[in-house]
């Protein structure tokens, strides 16, 4: 995700996507063609439809609202690609944000489910957190990528954002869990989206990262001067070894502070807007 830098607006990067006209109202628009979507969170919906609507879209603080909801990223991906017959898939979220256009992602906000308006109660509560854990697998695969190099840690964050959503959904009902499995093993692109697949070694870079990440997340740090047999087995993991000069101690650094990233993300993704939540992120001053 490339939020750094001066501010930049869709209509600075038109030529790099093929075009975009100016917003329209939804309802004058034509339907756009069916696509498998996922819900959005209705905090996502509101804060998109503001930035839609501006005379002069903001990239960044549209692609940081899109990349932290995993059903609004994947819906957005998958329109970005409707047209695209083969030519080149776009992963990148702020070039998908240009290639879907503001017409396609209004309608597509309109019309999508809402996690909080759709659900009972209890559901929606379970949905929220399952999008909680893909946006914190996806930072930490990211700090990961930019840790020990040989990965884009975008497409990392991309990967780890959606390979997210193919676990088991616990306490959502097999046939919804089911309908997410079905939606995005149909999918779409991206080579990032390969980190779902066997953590067997000798696997990509980007594989390494999500899977990683996971693990790390589920482990929930080293404490104590001694290591259990659970800190061991990650540590000798064979996901390692995409990086050989890792050797052990940088790896117990590396899991102390991403264990201390997936906390800080886990308590302030809810609670920051997107756009400070982004800007605090890449400080990395709050687990470092």
């Excluded at 616990?170 to 079905?182: A, H, Q, V, W």
């Excluded at 001067?225 to 061991?232: D, N, R, S, W």
Aim: hydrophobic content about 40%; overall charge negative; some cysteine.
């Amino acid at each position: 995700m490339d939020y750094a830098g001066e501010l930049t607006t869709i209509e600075d990067r038109l030529g790099r996507a093929g075009g975009l006209d100016a917003p329209r109202l939804p309802s004058l628009c034509p339907p756009p063609p069916r696509i498998l979507s996922l819900p959005i969170l209705s905090r996502s919906a509101a804060l998109l439809l503001l930035l839609l609507q501006d005379g002069t879209v903001d990239l960044e603080l549209t692609s940081s609202v899109v990349g932290l909801d995993p059903g609004l990223a994947f819906d957005t991906l998958q329109i970005a690609n409707q047209e695209r017959n083969g030519d080149g898939e776009i992963w990148q979220l702020p070039l998908a944000v240009v290639a879907a256009g503001c017409d396609r992602l209004l309608t597509m906000v309109n019309c999508a489910l809402k996690v909080e308006s759709s659900y009972s109660v209890g559901v929606g509560a379970r949905f929220r957190q399952l999008y909680l854990r893909c946006v914190q697998q996806a930072c930490l695969a990211e700090f990961l990528a930019c840790t020990l190099g040989n990965v884009n840690p975008k497409q990392a964050y991309v990967a780890g954002l959606l390979s997210g959503l193919l676990g088991p959904a616990e306490g959502i009902s097999p046939e919804l869990s089911s309908s997410l499995n079905c939606i995005l093993s149909a999918g779409l692109y991206v080579q990032a989206m390969n980190s779902m697949h066997s953590p067997a070694a000798g696997g990509s870079p980007v594989d390494a990262c999500v899977l990683l990440a996971e693990s790390i997340l589920d482990f929930g740090g080293i404490e104590g001067p001694g290591l259990t047999a659970k800190a061991q087995h990650l540590l000798d993991s064979p996901l390692w070894d995409c990086w050989d000069s890792c050797g052990r101690q940088e790896r117990c650094r590396i899991v102390a502070q991403g264990s201390r990233l997936g906390k800080w993300v886990g308590a302030n993704a809810p609670r920051l807007s997107p756009w400070e939540f982004v800007t605090r992120l890449q400080r990395r001053r709050s687990w470092e």
